[in-house]
């Protein structure tokens, strides 16, 4: 759904593009032509597509758990199993998304909030 436009951009579920209007349902440049979004997908396709998953970057979860009196826990938490010490260090991976189970299920199991955590 087109929440409204601003300063030339148009914001559609959050998501803000550089078409200058919207007619109909259907965004047109500048000059009047209908653009396609994202490799031609309509305006409605657009919309109905989920949000992009947000990554927080592991040294700020490493900044709240020590806020939070947690890094200890979490840190013997995530040696117990190889493979998610391995994932936690590896460095290709700088962040996790904010939505991910296991995450969720580590931090509830050590008693951190993560609402907070991954905020």
Same mark, same amino acid.
């Given at each position: 759904?087109?929440?409204?436009?601003?300063?030339?951009?148009?914001?559609?579920?959050?998501?803000?593009?550089?078409?200058?209007?919207?007619?109909?349902?259907?965004?047109?440049?500048?000059?009047?032509?209908?653009?396609?979004?994202?490799?031609?997908?309509?305006?409605?396709?657009?919309?109905?597509?989920?949000?992009?998953?947000?990554?927080?970057?592991?040294?700020? /979860?490493? !900044?709240?758990?020590? #806020? $939070?009196g947690? +890094?200890?826990? =979490?840190?013997? &938490?995530?040696?117990?199993?190889?493979?998610?010490?391995?994932?936690?260090?590896?460095?290709?991976?700088?962040? /996790?998304? !904010?939505?991910?189970? #296991? $995450?969720?299920? +580590?931090?509830? =199991?050590?008693? &951190?909030?993560?609402k907070?955590?991954?905020?």
């Amino acid at each position: 759904m087109i929440r409204g436009t601003l300063d030339g951009y148009v914001a559609i579920e959050g998501k803000l593009n550089t078409f200058r209007r919207e007619q109909a349902g259907k965004l047109l440049d500048t000059d009047g032509y209908e653009v396609g979004i994202h490799n031609g997908m309509t305006l409605a396709e657009y919309a109905a597509m989920p949000p992009p998953r947000r990554l927080v970057p592991k040294s700020v /979860i490493i !900044a709240r758990l020590q #806020e $939070a009196g947690k +890094l200890a826990a =979490a840190s013997a &938490a995530i040696n117990v199993d190889l493979y998610v010490r391995e994932r936690w260090y590896a460095p290709d991976r700088p962040a /996790i998304y !904010a939505d991910d189970p #296991e $995450a969720l299920a +580590l931090l509830t =199991a050590i008693g &951190a909030d993560p609402k907070v955590i991954l905020a």
